[in-house]
């Protein structure tokens, strides 16, 4: 502007100084040299102008390069913040920040979630009306973690056994940590809470280290049956083959007796097997409505309980072990009963269940059904709640008339064995829940069998028994002379093959009861691949007081033809005879 008026300036005055030296006749030398002292301005005044052009098109250079810089940064706060919300919307952990004042500013959808709060209504609010953290211990309120960084600027590290709770009181436990968010100057300029809900984790974990216990136990609940077993078959065949060698008598009576108490130290010896690693299930496709209401019926026979079912319908089937799972729901029904000393009402439904990775339960995708076992007792305090599937933990007067704790941890592992799960909901005063996962079936379910029960019936024809145990060789070499047949006893697998090889050369044996598992010998496995070798049509048996072998479970696919559990009866030998020799 200044050099713009400069050459007005100069252009008037030359004007002024013609016209008064053309009136005063002036010579045209005066012109000229004043004309060309203004030219000389105006070529003054011309590169001025010229200098001050180049530095506004550098500043216009300058300003648009500035608008630009500022276009791109925004596009890239942007993408940056799009990045942000993107990552923060997909991890798994609640995220909360605040300011320096502990306000909040921004959450996460999963900490919405675990809040039970969302950001437009928590936004300014302080963090301590958004997150409440208890002890899982005491139960007592926690220090927000949000508090010690704001103060200290230092961070908070890792920490768990913590509480979040959340509207409508719902509870989740958490892992959690703080960190704070400091400007150039290093002050605290916020802070930043990281929440992660480990509920099922922790519950995932429970349900390992229950496993574990009952595997510890195992061994030796496993040991004790074996051998028991053994024992037991010996007093239990001889008193049925004591019976039948009486007739009518009253000694029948007395031995009856001793019968029945046989048969509840067989149950008890059950229960040991089923969470040792012996026990496993032999199992049947089948559909569980029909034989769950049988099963409680007889259970609730003569007590003042009432009994409700509700079974949705096509019902998945399942495969299960039918005694086994008949244990549970003894175990089960049983409890509640005694929960209910003056009465009540028990509610048993199922339902299928579709189960994916992302349910966070410790069991494989697929389906499933779903069966639950509600009752109005008094229900479980929380101390006792986790402590109820152990081996041996009962509230119960310890005894063979109240409770010896095997009951539930028995339920436990013969649900686990299947595939399964079972968990527990209670609360004291309020009654409780016990829900029974177990894995849907494709097999085709069998027709059922109306046909009466098969009676001890005789026959003839030559069997080899291999069995380790005196008394129960001497037990079965008698049952089955008495049935008709004719007997062979061998101790060990080598002296079985070499027999029965020999055997075939004359008077081939019809059938083999071979022992699992004989010590320092051959057993059954191994003895009937080896006789299968030169008599591939052989009749084999398994028997077996304690095993986790596979063959107890699918004997077919190993070349047998049937299993015999320890103990067995005179009845309980006849029957399997009979469907061996019937085939």
């Not at 916020?190 to 480990?198: K, P, T």
Request: glycine share 8%; with cysteine.
């Amino acid at each position: 502007m200044k050099t713009q008026d400069n050459v007005i300036n100069l252009f008037l005055e030359l004007q002024k100084f013609a016209v008064e030296n053309i009136a005063g006749n002036q010579t045209t030398s005066d012109l000229d040299e004043k004309f060309n002292l203004i030219l000389h301005e105006l070529n003054v005044c011309q590169k001025q102008f010229v200098a001050q052009s180049k530095k506004i098109r550098k500043l216009q250079e300058l300003h648009a390069q500035e608008v630009q810089r500022r276009k791109t940064s925004e596009a890239l706060l942007g993408i940056e913040n799009e990045i942000l919300d993107v990552t923060l919307g997909n991890i798994r952990e609640g995220v909360i920040a605040t300011d320096e004042n502990g306000n909040v500013i921004l959450m996460n959808k999963v900490a919405e979630e675990l809040t039970g709060r969302r950001i437009a209504e928590s936004r300014g609010k302080s963090y301590g009306k958004v997150v409440e953290l208890i002890d899982e211990t005491t139960r007592k309120i926690k220090q927000n973690p949000l508090e010690k960084v704001l103060e200290t600027g230092a961070l908070n590290e890792l920490s768990n056994h913590t509480i979040l709770k959340g509207r409508k009181k719902k509870e989740r436990v958490v892992e959690h940590t703080a960190v704070p968010l400091l400007d150039e100057n290093e002050n605290v300029d916020g802070a930043v809470l990281v929440i992660r809900d480990v509920t099922e984790a922790k519950k995932f974990e429970e349900e390992r280290l229950k496993a574990n216990k009952l595997e510890a136990i195992g061994f030796l609940a496993g040991g004790i049956a074996h051998d028991f077993n053994n024992l037991l078959t010996a007093i239990w065949g001889n008193i049925s083959l004591a019976k039948m060698l009486l007739g009518n008598s009253e000694i029948v009576d007395i031995l009856s007796n001793a019968e029945s108490a046989s048969k509840r130290a067989k149950n008890l010896t059950n229960q040991l097997l089923t969470f040792a690693k012996g026990g496993m299930p032999i199992k049947k496709a089948m559909t569980i409505p029909r034989f769950i209401e049988e099963s409680v019926g007889f259970i609730t026979r003569g007590v003042n309980v009432q009994c409700g079912f509700k079974f949705s319908k096509n019902l998945y089937p399942v495969e299960i072990d039918e005694d086994q799972i008949n244990q549970v729901i003894n175990n089960l029904i049983i409890n509640s009963i005694q929960a209910m000393p003056q009465g009540g009402k028990i509610k048993i439904t199922g339902k299928n269940s579709v189960l994916f990775e992302d349910d966070f339960l410790p069991l494989l995708p697929g389906k499933y059904i779903k069966l639950s076992f509600t009752d109005t007792g008094c229900g479980i305090n929380e101390q006792n709640l986790n402590k109820i599937f152990d081996p041996y933990f009962t509230t119960k007067q310890f005894g063979t008339q109240r409770g010896c704790g095997l009951g539930l941890a028995t339920s436990y592992s013969i649900i686990k064995k299947h595939g399964g799960l079972i968990t527990v909901n209670s609360k004291l005063g309020a009654g409780t829940t016990f829900f029974i996962y177990l894995p849907a079936s494709s097999e085709t379910i069998p027709k059922e069998d109306t046909a009466s029960p098969k009676k001890i019936r005789t026959g003839t024809g030559r069997i080899l028994i291999m069995e380790d145990e005196f008394m129960l060789c001497d037990f079965s070499q008698k049952v089955l002379s008495q049935l008709g047949y004719s007997v062979e006893t061998v101790s060990n697998g080598e002296e079985a093959v070499w027999l029965y090889r020999e055997a075939q050369k004359e008077n081939p044996f019809d059938a083999v009861i071979l022992n699992l598992i004989v010590p320092g010998f051959m057993g059954a496995k191994e003895t009937i691949g080896k006789i299968k070798e030169f008599d591939p049509n052989v009749k084999a048996i398994v028997t077996s007081g304690y095993s986790n072998d596979p063959i107890m479970a699918d004997c077919e696919k190993y070349g047998a033809r049937a299993v015999l559990n320890k103990p067995y009866d005179l009845d309980d030998l006849s029957k399997v005879l009979d469907k061996v020799f019937s085939e």
